[in-house]
Each structure stands twice: as structure tokens, then as C-alpha cells.
């Protein structure tokens, strides 16, 4: 039996083509999401702010089991992600908390590795309000880090301690 229930699905992209595909997807009515952030380059005779992805040839799709094909036609698109031997999918809390920790202009790390579980914390206060996210401790600095279940990658948080408490 397919499953019709609408999830949040990381897609692989080719490499630097997250944007393309990411206009493909929603030139086919399929809702999309593309993590941006804004980053300052330099060239030899100019600085720029340009937007770059968050988490390098990954986009997010919210489609049911029916629009695994369409998806996978989409030019630039490589395929699902796996895990466990299922195509992994992300829950909608996290698509919230990803856009809420890029709706406020704070600085964000993306780490392209799965870092050791640690203790659950929730952070109580401040523009990161309502995140459920892990507490470790990097280069003897405590911070919060933002899971993203599934795909391997997390997401450091610069936030003051006195704005978490333990998660149970």
C-alpha cells in the first residue's frame, strides 16, 4: 500500500545547482523549500552580499508517495535520500525551525557531519523560542545544535545558556 500522506522529503541536487532546481520544482506546482543564507564574498575589486544554500545540493520537498517520479524528472534533481532503506523524510517541526533560525539575522554554522548525541535542551527565550535542539560542547564553548533527523547535518545555534532548560 503507498503511502498519500504529504512529508517533508531532502532531495540531492547537483552540485551549485540547488536554485535551478529549486525553480524547476515550483514551475511544477510542487511546494519547495531552499534554505538561503547571506554571505558576504570578496573579489579582487568588489564585496557582495550574495545568498548561497544553507546545506550544500539539498532541497526540500512536501509531496505524497504519488510524486516520487515527478520529483526525480526534475532537471538537477539526483535523487531521495535514504535511510535505513527508506527514502528519509524530515518532520514538519523542523522545516519551522530551520526557517525560523533563518528568519532571525543570526549567525548559523552548518556542520556536514552527524555530531554525538548530547543532552535534549528547549530553549525557552529569545528569537530561537520553542526549538527542541541537542546541548555539546565544541572547542570548549558550549552551544546549541539544531538536528536535522535523517540527513547527517547539524546546525549550531549561538544563543545565551540562560535562554534553555532541559527537554524531557
Known amino acids: 500500500m503507498i503511502d498519500n500522506s504529504y512529508k ?3 532531495v540531492y541536487t547537483r552540485s551549485r ?3 535551478k532546481a529549486y525553480d ?3 514551475r511544477k506546482n510542487i511546494i519547495s523549500y531552499l534554505p538561503l543564507t547571506k554571505k558576504l564574498k570578496q573579489w579582487s575589486d568588489r564585496k557582495k ?3 548561497e544554500p544553507l546545506i ?3 532541497v526540500f520537498v512536501y509531496i505524497s508517495a504519488k510524486e516520487y517520479a515527478e520529483v526525480l524528472m526534475t532537471k538537477g534533481i539526483v535523487r531521495f ?3 535505513s532503506g527508506k527514502i528519509a523524510s524530515i518532520p514538519e517541526q523542523q ?3 530551520l526557517k525560523l ?3 532571525v539575522d543570526q549567525e548559523l554554522e552548518v556542520f556536514e557531519y552527524d555530531i554525538s548525541a548530547g543532552e535534549k535542551v528547549m530553549i525557552k527565550a529569545g528569537p530561537f523560542k520553542g526549538i527542541i535542539a541537542e546541548m555539546v560542547s565544541l572547542h570548549n564553548k558550549q552551544r546549541i545544535v539544531l538536528r536535522l533527523q535523517n540527513m547527517g547535518y547539524s546546525i549550531n545555534i549561538n544563543t545565551s545558556l540562560a535562554f534553555i532548560e532541559p527537554f524531557k
Open 81 to 83: 535520500l535514504y535511510f
Open 17 to 19: 545547482i540547488e536554485k
Open 95 to 97: 522545516i519551522q525551525d
Open 8 to 10: 517533508w522529503y531532502p
Open 56 to 58: 550544500k545540493s539539498y
Open 24 to 26: 524547476e520544482l515550483i
Open 101 to 103: 533560525l533563518l528568519a
Open 49 to 51: 552580499i550574495i545568498e
